[in-house]
């Protein structure tokens, strides 16, 4: 059969069964659900909207009968090519399995539709007087049900971990159609298997995730921040693990930015240097808790002894809600400093918390043989060792398989939140043995034999 | 060829390339490999003792060749037969392979090897100034791979988690003995599939964990608790929900003790009753925090403010370490009050947290249908839905499925952190779906194909 024939076939099967929101065919299709936010791929001849579970399931069982292989879509807005279509893939689309099902305050739980934009379910938690624990740039837009296939992270996973650890049961349909239904939201349940884990970061490989139980928190009622001058990296490691044992339970964030990215930054935004340029590492702290005058005394005094420990040079701590977004605004403005500088190279890398300088060193070098002239913006999580290591390059392919070589030879990964998706398929044997990606296509093989989910995203297709 | 033959052929194969401390056979084996903390089993006519990963995986693949089905074993502490040797299976026990590779403590990570203690971690957390957030009764026998094998959980869980939230990453032999290396222990890593997931839980059916890099946390500087007598489950509830709010960062133990039990127990322990008998309710709470004499502060006015409001009818709280002690004490001593009322039914059981109540009514009534003299004692951790539902009865078998089917009945599950093991295979299907059920199977096909792990535990052999 055809490429054309089998799409034909399979909107034959499909258009007894659903209405025409559920299929969009060739013109219907509009350009965007070629893209993610990376890049433009295929546009695909259809696009499938399933609106249940039960529609989804029929979707499937008629695509894997059929060997039709499909891209699953949900906001499309990825950064590492899992939701941008391939030739001859077919999209299916979550966009109109959208709301929000169930939030019990007791179990402190919310059961969502996989469609759902992550804000819907931030401002849900905070209705109800509680918290959701992950927030990333593209909360407007990014669909749970991404967030989850890709273990979205974000800047608060020392405090309340990645997507994996928000979810307290999935609903998933397996490439054959069946339904999987592990929704009960049991904190402690040892009841056989937990199957939660096989859809959590495996991009839509394994089965399509229609539903959610996600964990809430309780809403802090008190949140600040401090920018800090540090003299090195060392310095704020060693500032991190004395936070941790003395205000562990507050921390909910610890950015660091390098030197001339926080000078540049500042720069673009026209800003007077909130603590001065000219320190050996920059760094955003931020705390969340439940005693917000208590909880203020104590990163002072916390910070306080740093100063005068010498491993903190100069701070500025937030006094009001201003100041706060103040001192996040200029984290947040790397980014759009960085896009007015043009093309460049992103690496979103794991480092151990201990190799950092190690990793820089090696990865400057290495960088430096290759293209003399290459500049590279160095900044991210410290708390989890989730570098951003964005190069701007005339040499971009030999670049990224050296920054990756260097990641991997200090023991790290090539993408600690961003996935493989498409862009990285060719590097992640650099981190992972053949007999760990001879695991990961055996659960392929177990779960989707005819390989129709989201092919070649993670590994290569057979 | 004949179980027999087939013991017969495996030592053959493995006698050049083992020592004699590696192979224990007939005579050589002691009565304790057949047992585990719940019953005998069948003693095997061969232990496995392999000193090495590279060890297993030899033994793993001579195994795999032969089709000789094994059982796996650790400290043999599990409470539901899955390290309990069932006829015809060989014992493989890690036993041997124990000690602690590396810590850490910029990470906070530990790795050990699978058959460590638990109480070899804790304190060589301790000793490094962290912590190890999981604790439980076995913790001097217990193995940290059985303790994963199982996902343990103890009564810290609604602050730290169960074992499964401890595990930065795993090495595991599968049974055809190859090697997952899977051990950098990067807190935020989505270079491919999180392959640890297959082995946590899934007691020993899928791989032999060898080695473990576990999470480690702050050393909380101060822990205090509180023994609380309560008009009802509803009031602690109500006071759990609103001590989150307010002491969310410090609760580490919420659990809960009825009247009954509370009243007996103390009257065991010939201790006159810290709080008066006669409430709906007692409950134990603990907290554990950084600044020791304001969080010590904020629970006392938490407390204070829940008898204002009548959450709460009368409370001790703790003011030395004999006294935090003393009330632990009370908690542990249910365990050996219901051991001196001899045999009963023992069931562990993941209930919703809102409808406990409703749960325990159905119990109770279905108990009684069957046996009108059956008694019943509860308690357990609220904070997580984890209800211990003891029974002494004639009608075990009734009882069991009774109660069995009153929590799947209320959404819960039929074992919250015992496992299903051997013992609860017939009930699996009670809380799980067939659809879950044969996506187990399918796990289990992909990985051991042979069916030569713990063949029979979780769910039947095929």
Not at 287 to 315: H, S, T
Not at 324 to 334: H, K, M, P, V
Not at 430 to 459: C, T, W, Y
């Amino acid at each position: 059969m055809t490429a054309d024939d089998r799409v034909r076939a399979l909107l034959d099967t499909l258009g007894g069964q659903f209405d025409a929101g559920a299929l969009l065919v060739n013109g219907q299709v509009s350009g965007s659900y070629a893209e993610d936010a990376m890049g433009r791929g295929v546009r695909p001849p259809v696009v499938l909207r399933p609106g249940s579970t039960e529609g989804v399931a029929a979707m499937l069982a008629a695509a894997d009968s059929l060997r039709q292989p499909l891209v699953i879509q949900g906001g499309r807005t990825g950064l590492s090519g899992a939701a941008r279509p391939l030739a001859g893939e077919v999209s299916m689309s979550l966009e109109r399995m959208t709301g929000i099902l169930a939030l019990d305050a007791q179990a402190q739980t919310i059961t969502v539709l996989a469609g759902t934009p992550l804000q819907i379910v931030q401002e849900a938690a905070l209705d109800a007087g509680l918290y959701f624990g992950v927030d990333i740039g593209a909360r407007g837009t990014s669909a749970i049900g991404g967030n989850i296939a890709t273990n979205a992270g974000g800047i608060r996973v020392l405090r309340y971990g990645m997507f994996r650890a928000q979810v307290a049961g999935l609903e998933v349909v397996l490439a054959d159609g069946s339904i999987l239904s592990s929704l009960k939201g049991l904190p402690k349940d040892n009841s056989g298997y937990d199957l939660n884990p096989l859809f959590i970061g495996t991009e839509g490989t394994l089965g399509v995730i229609t539903k959610a139980c996600l964990k809430l928190h309780p809403k802090p009622k008190g949140e600040r921040n401090a920018l800090l001058a540090l003299p090195s990296l060392s310095a704020a490691q060693a500032l991190l693990s004395r936070l941790r044992g003395e205000i562990g339970g507050l921390i909910s964030a610890f950015e660091i930015i390098f030197p001339d990215v926080y000078a540049e930054t500042v720069g673009y935004m026209k800003l007077r240097p909130p603590v001065p340029v000219g320190s050996g590492l920059y760094a955003v702290v931020e705390i969340q808790g439940q005693a917000p005058e208590e909880d203020d005394a104590r990163l002072e005094a916390a910070l306080g002894a740093a100063i005068e420990d010498g491993l903190v040079e100069d701070a500025v701590l937030s006094s009001s809600g201003r100041e706060f977004d103040e001192i996040w605004a200029i984290r947040d403005g790397i980014n759009d400093y960085l896009f007015s500088l043009g093309a460049m190279e992103n690496y979103d890398l794991a480092v151990p918390v201990s190799r950092i300088e190690e990793f820089v060193a090696r990865a400057e070098t290495a960088v430096a043989d290759i293209d003399r002239s290459a500049r590279a913006f160095l900044f991210g999580h410290l708390g989890d060792g989730n570098l951003h290591y964005c190069v701007i390059t005339e040499q971009a392919k030999s670049v990224s398989k050296a920054v990756y070589e260097a990641v991997a030879s200090v023991g790290g990964g090539i993408t600690a939140e961003h996935g493989i998706g498409t862009d990285k398929v060719a590097y992640l044997k650099l981190s992972r043995s053949d007999a760990e990606i001879a695991a990961m296509r055996r659960l392929k093989a177990a779960f989707d034999p005819n390989g129709i989910l989201n092919a070649g995203r993670v590994f290569a297709a057979e």
